[in-house]
């Protein structure tokens, strides 16, 4: 069974305003860079589907939704926040980012994969079940997690997120779910400033300040997120892969490098190996400097792939 790596050519179609970091030149470099270095031979390219409304109902509120899909402007852009906005690509874009989150969950259920990696955008886990914000506008690693769920055998998932930012959005939907497990790390403090301070069994955060290096990052996952899976047994793993912790990223104060990426990444498979048959789904959230990103991502597929 080979890996899946989900991608799309529509999602370059999603623009903000000119200058902002989240910009179709990120799948752009990622793809370069992974080509050039063969990684994908190892995977088998697709495209998404859209998502479903139904997989999108089960983490947003209906009424945001029916406002997301009215805002869609025909030319120019559409403010949501003040730096999240809609051009006429946008829509599309971010069902497609959704969808291969729940096209994701039904090829890993069938067995006929046993791991999946989505170079899509708009990122999502800032987005929260009734708003749009930090970039984001549905929140695919939910989506794809309570896909996961809908399916007779799986009764407990986790979503493990080592963006810079904290995944507020993916707190938010699961805090009172204790059958999804949420572990974040994060700059702190930092945007968003959000649902970083939930207290729940299931609800994992690891703050970390400014400066933070790989001794310190990796003790911090050691310390807080095994213990966590190991109570917990995921029967799927879900990644919310943000490498704006690199060290070189213009957004982040973290100062990680694609070995800790790599070294995160590792412990992943081991857990999913240990846990989840194997069975993990990662998908692509921040990374904004464009070498650093594409560097990054080519080391979390590599130990994916093994």
């Given at each position: 069974m080979?890996?899946?790596?989900?991608?799309?050519d529509?999602?370059?179609?999603?623009?903000?305003?000119?200058g902002?970091?989240e910009?179709?030149?990120?799948?752009?470099?990622?793809?370069r860079?992974?080509r050039?270095?063969?990684?994908l031979d190892?995977?088998?390219?697709?495209?998404?589907?859209?998502?479903?409304?139904e997989?999108?109902?089960?983490?947003?509120d209906a009424?945001?939704?029916?406002r997301?899909f009215?805002?869609?402007?025909?030319e120019g852009?559409?403010d949501?926040d003040p730096d999240t906005?809609?051009?006429?690509?946008t829509?599309?874009?971010?069902r497609?980012?959704s969808?291969?989150?729940?096209?994701a969950?039904a090829?890993?259920?069938?067995g006929?994969?046993?791991?999946?990696f989505?170079?899509m955008?708009p990122p999502?886990h800032?987005?929260?079940?009734d708003?749009?914000?930090?970039?984001?506008?549905?929140n695919?690693v939910?989506?794809?997690?309570?896909a996961?769920?809908e399916?007779?055998?799986i009764?407990?998932?986790?979503?493990?997120?080592?963006d810079v930012?904290?995944g507020?959005g993916t707190?938010?939907?699961?805090?009172?779910?204790p059958e999804?497990?949420v572990?974040?790390?994060?700059?702190?403090p930092f945007?968003p400033?959000?649902?970083?301070?939930?207290?729940?069994p299931?609800?994992v955060?690891t703050?970390?300040p400014?400066?933070?290096?790989?001794?310190?990052?990796?003790?911090?996952i050691e310390?807080d997120w095994t213990?966590?899976?190991?109570?917990?047994?995921p029967q799927?793993?879900?990644?919310?892969a943000?490498?704006?912790?690199?060290?070189?990223?213009?957004?982040?104060?973290?100062k990680?490098?694609?070995d800790?990426f790599?070294?995160?990444?590792?412990?992943?498979?081991?857990a999913?190996e240990e846990?989840?048959?194997?069975?993990?789904?990662?998908t692509?959230e921040?990374?904004?400097?464009?070498?650093?990103l594409a560097?990054?991502?080519?080391?979390?597929?590599?130990e994916?792939?093994r």
């Amino acid at each position: 069974m080979k890996p899946i790596f989900f991608t799309h050519d529509d999602c370059d179609a999603h623009r903000m305003h000119p200058g902002h970091p989240e910009r179709p030149e990120r799948r752009q470099a990622i793809l370069r860079h992974l080509r050039e270095r063969k990684t994908l031979d190892a995977w088998e390219v697709r495209e998404p589907p859209l998502v479903s409304r139904e997989a999108l109902d089960h983490v947003h509120d209906a009424k945001y939704l029916d406002r997301i899909f009215a805002s869609s402007p025909d030319e120019g852009l559409a403010d949501l926040d003040p730096d999240t906005a809609m051009s006429p690509g946008t829509l599309r874009a971010a069902r497609l980012a959704s969808g291969a989150l729940e096209e994701a969950v039904a090829l890993v259920s069938r067995g006929e994969t046993r791991r999946v990696f989505c170079a899509m955008r708009p990122p999502g886990h800032h987005a929260e079940s009734d708003g749009a914000m930090g970039f984001c506008f549905f929140n695919h690693v939910a989506v794809g997690a309570a896909a996961a769920l809908e399916m007779p055998d799986i009764e407990r998932v986790a979503v493990f997120d080592f963006d810079v930012h904290h995944g507020n959005g993916t707190v938010e939907m699961f805090q009172d779910r204790p059958e999804v497990l949420v572990c974040s790390s994060f700059q702190h403090p930092f945007y968003p400033g959000r649902y970083h301070d939930v207290k729940r069994p299931n609800i994992v955060n690891t703050p970390l300040p400014a400066g933070t290096g790989s001794k310190e990052f990796r003790v911090a996952i050691e310390r807080d997120w095994t213990p966590a899976l190991e109570k917990h047994r995921p029967q799927i793993i879900f990644v919310s892969a943000g490498f704006d912790a690199h060290k070189d990223d213009p957004l982040g104060g973290l100062k990680l490098d694609e070995d800790d990426f790599a070294w995160v990444t590792k412990w992943l498979v081991k857990a999913a190996e240990e846990h989840a048959s194997g069975r993990i789904i990662s998908t692509l959230e921040g990374g904004y400097d464009l070498d650093a990103l594409a560097r990054s991502v080519d080391a979390h597929l590599r130990e994916l792939a093994r």
